[in-house]
């Protein structure tokens, strides 16, 4: 839900107390079926293995797991082993974020939930107060989190000129969901007297100047000075660290570029220490919307960092009524929202990508976008697939290349159905539905609301179950948070519905605890071709897993809002809290 050059949001809770206790690591000399490996038991091990859904013990060698127990499978040449006082499941995986993005909004303007112009300019010079360096011509001020709900209007460069202290400053500052960016009166007078409109995006003009949308961003992500290798490697350190702390141990970056590609490869190579976090990435073209493949596929050994997927961008966003509606908007009934690109050229590019092997993601969310992603899905399976005039020949051909949409969030009830025959996988963020709740009936309507809006319960049956995610820095990197809205239709935020409604919103739509947590895991992990190797504990698989407190399936579902993980361990080595070994 953005794009890859611009900053985005994250917010965490608190770091979480250092553990009393690490998992207790013995090596018996008569253990020589696993040689240098070793054994952890815990209270509770939720395996997510359907031959074995749950366990007390388990090995690590290599960091993969060996074998795994239940207390009464305990080996008798074993010595006995004290268990730790945990509770354990399987590393979460965020089906959907943006690494770099997000590392670099650690050290950016934190405008969520701003409540009007005056909180966005005492915010920002909060900021330059720390920061006296920015908004210079070489370092600009950046920012994401805004609302123009919350202002009764988009907002203007004059706007952010009314503060005498931020007057001359270069500011940039992406809407809450990151298709429109609002600049200041100094970066304007980069641009030309009177920039032309560009395809597929919208320069605001009134109230007046200063927010670029969709394609239009990029007249001034042009002229915005980029960070250098340096900067962005600590980014991704830092964001890794906090993705680390809730509980997520890999992540689908949605939508990188070769150069940051190549940093990554750099990283994962040389900064094993800190490179904490199985990254699945989906490349983006420089010039989106391409074929630029020439070889751009990583795939390692220890599946650390991989590449083998690309993102695709149909539409805008729909807060911003830049989703490409099939019928007008409700509250704008003179838009249907805007192609980012249009159907035909969708349909060859997905083709192109296809040809070239590569699993194919497009960014839909309204359900006109998500139509045409369908249809250039479709035909690209009738294209790789000899046998393809029967379904069931289609859905197999699906199984091998998993294409998927990313946000699916508008959907016709025709196109589910389609969905659901050709196995197309959703890919889900439940905390957007949460978040857009306050004006998705009026963008809507109540007959596309309730028929077409932020399914999750109905596309359980298609492909492997939606693949669950955040959208992190646009929403909380917080699994948990995720979790919580998928089972209560309800803000992670405040634990209410519409309109501080004690009801979930659209409750017919949410998921059991189970499913939720498979989106997590098991779907996240299928929708990487990483199925029996990660979201689950069992013999051959990455040796990740994340300790709580307390069984999570016994937790009351409102502890999820402000649970804490106790550790974090990604291929058999602890990752939070650090220092513990």
């Excluded at 605001?204 to 990029?218: L, S, Y």
């Excluded at 490697?233 to 949605?254: C, I, Q, R, S, T």
């Excluded at 192609?339 to 060859?348: C, R």
Aim: aromatic residues 8%; glycine residues 8%; charged residues 25%.
């Amino acid at each position: 839900m953005f794009s890859t050059p611009l900053l985005r949001w994250g917010s965490l809770f608190p770091v979480a107390a250092v553990a009393l206790a690490v998992a207790l690591r013995l090596q018996s000399p008569a253990d020589t079926s696993e040689p240098h490996s070793a054994r952890y038991c815990y209270k509770h091990i939720r395996t997510h293995d359907k031959t074995r859904p749950r366990a007390e013990c388990f090995s690590v060698q290599d960091g993969k797991f060996g074998r795994v127990w239940t207390e009464d499978q305990w080996p008798a040449e074993f010595p006995d082993i004290e268990t730790t006082d945990g509770y354990v499941i399987p590393g979460l995986w965020d089906g959907h974020g943006h690494l770099l993005q997000y590392g670099q909004f650690l050290h950016s303007v934190d405008l969520f939930g701003s409540k009007s112009l005056a909180d966005v300019r005492r915010r920002v010079k909060a900021y330059r107060e720390t920061n006296p360096k920015a908004g210079k011509r070489r370092h600009w001020i950046r920012g994401v989190g805004w609302d123009q709900a919350a202002f009764g209007r988009m907002p203007t460069a004059a706007d952010l000129k009314e503060d005498p202290l931020l007057d001359g400053l270069y500011i940039m500052l992406d809407r809450i969901d990151v298709h429109c960016t609002w600049v200041s009166q100094a970066v304007l007078d980069l641009l030309p007297d009177d920039p032309r409109d560009l395809p597929g995006g919208e320069i605001i003009r009134e109230p007046g100047m200063g927010v670029f949308c969709d394609n239009a961003m990029k007249l001034v992500v042009d002229k915005w000075p980029k960070p250098t290798d340096g900067d962005k490697a600590k980014a991704v350190k830092a964001a890794m660290a906090k993705l680390n702390e809730v509980g997520l141990v890999g992540m689908h970056d949605a939508g990188s570029t070769r150069d940051e590609h190549k940093l990554y490869a750099w990283m994962a190579d040389r900064d094993r220490e800190d490179w904490t976090v199985r990254v699945y990435a989906m490349l983006e073209c420089d010039k989106r919307n391409t074929f630029c493949s020439r070889r751009a596929k990583v795939e390692r050994e220890d599946d650390m960092f991989t590449v083998r997927s690309v993102k695709l961008f149909a539409d805008g966003a729909l807060g911003s009524w830049g989703s490409a509606m099939l019928e007008p908007y409700s509250d704008h009934n003179w838009t249907s929202g805007s192609l980012l690109i249009n159907a035909s050229d969708l349909t060859a590019v997905t083709k192109e990508w296809a040809e070239a092997g590569y699993q194919v993601n497009i960014h839909a969310i309204g359900d006109l976008a998500n139509r045409n992603a369908i249809d250039a899905f479709e035909a690209a399976l009738k294209q790789q697939c000899p046998d393809a005039a029967r379904p069931e020949a289609l859905a197999a051909c699906q199984h091998q290349r998993r294409f998927r949409i990313e946000h699916s969030q508008i959907i016709h009830p025709t196109d589910q159905r389609r969905m659901r025959t050709l196995g197309i996988i959703p890919s889900i963020q439940p905390t957007h539905a949460t978040s857009d709740m306050k004006y998705a009936l009026a963008r809507l309507g109540p007959e596309r609301t309730a028929k077409e809006a932020y399914r999750m319960h109905s596309l359980l049956d298609v492909g492997p179950g939606p693949i669950l995610g955040s959208d992190f820095p646009v929403e909380p990197p917080n699994p948990f948070h995720g979790i919580y809205a998928a089972v209560t239709r309800k803000s992670p935020a405040t634990g209410l519905g519409l309109n501080g409604s004690a009801e979930g919103w659209h409750a017919e739509e949410a998921l059991t605890l189970d499913a939720a947590l498979w989106g997590f895991t098991g779907a996240a992990a299928y929708g990487a071709f990483l199925e029996g190797r990660a979201g689950v504990i069992q013999e051959g698989a990455f040796a990740d897993w994340v300790v709580l407190d307390e069984p999570i399936e016994d937790m009351d579902i409102e502890q999820l809002r402000s649970l804490r993980v106790r550790e974090t361990w990604v291929a058999g080595k602890i990752v939070y809290p650090k220092g513990e070994d």
